[in-house]
């Protein structure tokens, strides 16, 4: 039978443990964004282009401080390597969390980093493909012959990662879900029964975690999470099919 790992680790040796992960994080993170930088320009024209697209002609962006626009390619370059070294970064958290999880668990780690690295790829994507656009033209609308948008590149870059960083990070809920399901906070029937409780959370999330505060851009984030919620159902429907099923054959075994 599989048992949780006997060798305990004092709150000291967690810390330890946590610093030591945390480390090697920031040294990935860091590593990645000197490669990024080296394609800053690149980069540089890939996230802007949400709203070039989407803004009028012969209009373009502005910077307002000398060292502006140094900072902000510092900036690019820095959450391009997050997004690069994301999934080191999530085996250094599976290997953090993986000691409290029974031996015949521990052999999800590829799982779990390929598909919290899908998930946050794709919620990034979301964020740039469907979301960002439509936003921007949206707000552009308000634009007249008198009244001309005159964007910073520091304030579009500190809305656009943002959002997009949000949307990486909700659409892991799938994973967390995964997670409290498997050690016992929640279950499927229970996810069903507060759905709409959950419905509600999930829109107060959307306006905590969207730097906007209008509706249509909460909406957009909203709308996801919600179908993403449902397949953390179906997820922790999945993993107690077959933790029932790995019981039931433990006890077959025992009494053979």
């Known amino acids: 039978m599989n048992k949780i790992s006997e060798d305990k680790m004092s709150l000291t040796d967690h810390l330890e443990e946590l610093r030591k992960r945390l480390m090697r994080s920031l040294i990935a993170a860091f590593i990645a964004f000197g490669v990024c930088y080296n394609f800053k320009e690149w980069l540089f024209e890939i ?19 000398l060292p502006e626009a140094f900072f902000n390619y510092l900036k690019i370059s820095f959450f391009a390597g997050l997004v690069v070294a994301s999934p080191y970064i999530l085996y250094q958290i599976w290997k953090f969390i993986s000691p409290g999880l029974y031996s015949s668990e521990k052999k999800y780690v590829l799982p779990f980093v390929l598909s919290s690295t899908l998930l946050f790829a794709g919620g990034v994507l979301f964020g740039y493909f469907v979301a960002l656009p439509p936003a921007f033209r949206f707000f552009l609308e308000f634009s007249t012959d008198f009244l001309k948008p005159m964007l910073t590149i520091r304030e579009y870059l500190s809305l656009s990662i943002k959002l997009l960083l949000a949307f990486g990070i909700v659409f892991e809920i799938p994973v967390f879900i995964f997670f409290l399901a498997k050690i016992g906070v929640v279950n499927s029937k229970m996810l069903v029964k507060q759905r709409k409780y959950a419905i509600l959370l999930i829109f107060i999330a959307a306006a905590l975690l969207t730097p906007t505060p209008d509706a249509f851009t909460q909406t957009i984030m909203a709308i996801p999470m919600m179908i993403l919620y449902e397949i953390g159902i179906f997820v922790a429907k999945w993993g107690e099919k077959r933790r029932t099923k790995k019981e039931t054959e433990e006890v077959a075994e025992e009494k053979t």
Not at 49 to 60: F, M, Y
């Open 47 to 65: 996230i802007t282009r949400p709203l070039v697209e989407s803004l009028p002609k012969n209009t373009s962006m502005i910077y307002t401080s």
